[in-house]
């Protein structure tokens, strides 16, 4: 299946019926009065998340959902039938925004989630609700108002804890493989990852984290070069990113320009990401000599004035890979439990009304 991340949809919701105009015809009653019914409710438009689906592709085959019309109301005071809404279904982790105004307007992230997107237009009242004492036989209804109508931006982005980063052929889909039962494309050439993969890193019992292998990245691509950056919005979510180095390029590129442009281009992405917590994990220590490794790996932190955690590791032989997901998960066991003493420092009249953690 086609990997597909963005797309563009209109979503119309259903009119409101009409209000109707009727008098009441019965044998014996000659003033029967009003009795024209309002119009139905016109069907409104939601979105909502589904796990079973992880990409956009069918709305490159259907861009317009719309809901049914309300029908109209008729006479012995009977309201027209709601029209029924639509419901469409997405990816967890989509993004919504109005391209109208360029608002972003939900954001879906757990299964089953709904959100209104297009709300249906309400009926128009009979001309049972215009009888006065002075006009007991109004002719007079109102139309159902129209429903909303709007363009909407869908944008998947994958939910993982952590998120690789690195130029191509630095190794981050050997590295997802070694500690995964992701399968990712391995290949001797540029670009072999041409969309984003998840892999669960499982350590033991409850104790797990997602991570994400996006398309590698070159100096230029917020400018377009290579790939670009358009996957970057997948590590958007992520709280920790590992920044994959190949630490002996066959071509004696220089390992510290590299780490500089990538985040020149993480910079012009989105700034934020620069300040995330980002691991350095300087990989294909087979391709060194034992002697070496440390020495050269020593000399490229200092050039960069690393002060972050930093790994040698070599994906391909699973060396040292192991020993980077456990500190990963040191670090998300240490976040939760200083997220438990964030609240438990809160005054407990705030933590009654829902800041008490969940177990």
Not at 41 to 61: C, I, K, P, Q
Not at 248 to 263: C, G, K, M, N, S
Request: charged residues 25%.
């Amino acid at each position: 299946m086609k990997f597909v991340d963005e797309a563009n949809i209109r979503v119309h919701a259903g009119d409101g019926g009409n209000g109707c105009i009727s008098f009441r015809r019965e044998k014996f009653i000659p003033f029967g009065g009003p009795d024209g019914g309002d119009g139905g409710y016109g069907g409104s438009v939601w979105l909502v998340a589904d796990e079973g689906l992880n990409t956009l592709v069918d709305f490159r085959h259907q861009r317009s959902f719309k809901a049914r019309r309300g029908e109209n109301g008729m006479g012995s005071q009977m309201y027209g039938k709601g029209g029924e809404d639509t419901v469409v279904r997405v990816p967890v982790g989509t993004m919504i925004t109005n391209v109208d105004t360029d608002e972003v307007i939900g954001d879906l992230t757990s299964h089953g989630q709904r959100m209104l997107v297009a709300q249906g237009g309400k009926g128009g009242l009979g001309n049972i609700h215009f009888k006065t004492s002075v006009n007991r036989a109004p002719r007079k209804a109102t139309p159902g108002t129209p429903g909303d109508v709007r363009e909407l931006k869908l944008e998947l982005r994958l939910l993982a804890d952590v998120g690789l980063l690195g130029f191509p052929n630095a190794g981050k889909s050997t590295f997802i493989r070694a500690v995964s039962a992701a399968t990712p494309r391995v290949a001797d050439y540029p670009f072999t990852t041409l969309v984003p993969n998840l892999g669960v890193v499982s350590l033991g019992t409850d104790q797990s984290f997602v991570i994400a292998d996006i398309p590698g990245l070159i100096e230029g691509a917020a400018d377009g070069a290579g790939l670009g950056i358009q996957f970057l919005r997948h590590v958007a979510r992520t709280s920790l990113l590992l920044h994959l180095v190949d630490i002996a390029p066959l071509d004696d590129t220089d390992v510290v320009a590299q780490v500089r442009a990538i985040e020149q281009e993480l910079a012009k992405f989105n700034p934020e990401l620069l300040e995330r917590p980002r691991w350095l994990v300087l990989n294909k220590a087979d391709m060194l000599p034992e002697d070496e490794r440390d020495e050269v790996a020593q000399r490229i932190i200092a050039e960069l004035g690393w002060t972050q955690p930093w790994f040698l590791v070599s994906a391909i032989a699973r060396e040292n890979t192991m020993a980077v997901c456990q500190q990963v998960q040191q670090f998300f066991e240490s976040q939760r439990e200083a997220s438990v003493e964030r609240v438990d420092m809160l005054p407990s009249d705030v933590r009654l009304r829902g800041a008490e953690p969940q177990s």
